[in-house]
């Protein structure tokens, strides 16, 4: 489950393995092999990966396992894994099973006041929509 979250980490953030390794200051092999489960990262390398996907660290440690009936198909609002921290204003929560997947679903609250500092530019297809409140956004330069 690791090496599967931290590759699709990386290519939903239309990253390389090359710009991975660089940023870490290891090597691609060792990203790669990460990435396949054939190499374990340590305590601080799963930090350095949190930090340069903008994640907690704690996305990384095991989680609850499923009944067998459900697991890759229901993930129960005590099992979702979170995806941000009430600093930053924005908390994500994942509703689809896993990372992985060609589709992936998650539930993202916004703290009243807040904004993203930076623009988030992703090489997927989103949609949403408001429970409650205002929402401001800007999309290819229109608001």
């Not at 099973?97 to 589709?103: H, I, N, Q, T, V």
């Amino acid at each position: 489950m690791l090496a599967g979250d931290i590759r699709a980490l990386r290519k939903a953030r239309g990253l390389t393995l090359s710009e991975i390794a660089l940023k870490l200051g290891r090597s691609v092999g060792w990203v790669s092999q990460v990435e396949r489960g054939l190499s374990v990262p340590s305590v601080g390398d799963l930090r350095a990966f949190a930090d340069l996907f903008d994640v907690p660290i704690s996305l990384f440690f095991s989680h609850d396992v499923p009944a067998e009936e459900e697991r890759g198909v229901i993930v129960r609002a005590g099992r979702r894994r979170v995806l941000g921290t009430s600093e930053t204003g924005l908390v994500e929560e994942l509703l689809s099973p896993d990372l992985g997947g060609s589709f992936e679903v998650v539930r993202s609250v916004f703290a009243p006041g807040a904004e993203m500092k930076a623009a988030a530019l992703r090489p997927t297809e989103e949609a949403g929509y408001i429970v409650s409140g205002l929402f401001d956004i800007e999309i290819a330069g229109v608001w």
